[in-house]
């Protein structure tokens, strides 16, 4: 079990995945230069981590407890926008194994096109996730 | 950069490459930030930039590269802003973005957003970073408000041009 942070640079978004507190975070834009060699790696972790709570028998902790994952995202191109389908995908695994998780959308106010994107990866994943508007002190 | 009272233009005429395109949009971002108050149109013409000037950078032909000077251009005229990216690509390979568009073209935005759902669920990063999706997400965004034509340059090369235009 581990805490794992990736800052944020102009192109790749903070990355936060605290496996004991069950928490995963997403914030800022994401348009990396090579989108591979940066999402690979955290598909692999996420699920080594989905593999680790089945292994450590931890489900029962996470029946309890949800595992949170928060996207705060500013910009995504096409192409993360792929890859953002595969983590939410892995999501959807840890919700079959019978962990208990919890998708948090952020968006601004007035950006429905934001929010829409949310709904549609909801659609998609077939997970169900929750909406807030995102505040500026938010985004800092 | 020419602006006045209704009429503002950003146009760019230069070789694409990643650190070009690094350049060109953060003064897009900033000829936007200047130019364009209508907060959803702004970032949707940053999407659509970003995505079309991406698939320039990311697939233009090795050897048409160093001949190929990438025209952009966004105009804003009669309350709608008009967005213009020409390339040069081999005849040959024109073929998958003609049948693509076709297949994007006139449909509804229920049509638009299946297409993107079978797309991005089955879709594959190449080597290049494209997932297939720009030209379906620049459909998306911009309402399906595109055009395209493809004007032939001589036998083997011709010029793709694309449109896209958002209605205040």
Known sequence: MSKIVIDKTDRTPELIIDTDNG????QYDSRPEDVRKFYYPILEKLKSILEEIKQ????????????VFTFKLGYFNSSSAKFILDILNIVKLFKESGIN??????????????KEA???FSEFCEVEFNYF????DDDE | MNKSLNKVNFVFLGYMNEQELEILLNKVNVFLDENVTNLRIRRRIYIVTV?????ISRHTDKELRKNNKVKFSIKFENNTYILKFANLVYCKNSERIKSLLFKIKNKSKQEIKELYKATITKAQITPKGGAGLGLIEIAKVSGNNIDYKFK???DDICEF????????
């Open chain 2, 161 to 168: 041009i694309l449109e896209v235009k958002f209605d205040l």
């Open chain 1, 118 to 120: 949310g709904e549609d």
């Open chain 1, 133 to 136: 508007i995102m505040e500026d």
């Open chain 1, 101 to 114: 998780v919890e998708v948090n959308w952020y968006y601004f106010e007035d950006e429905d096109d934001m």
């Open chain 2, 152 to 154: 032939d340059i001589d």
């Open chain 2, 51 to 55: 995505e079309a000037l991406e698939n």
């Open chain 1, 56 to 67: 450590a028998g931890n489900l029962s902790y996470f029946k309890e407890k949800p595992f």
């Open chain 1, 23 to 26: 928490f995963f975070s997403m």
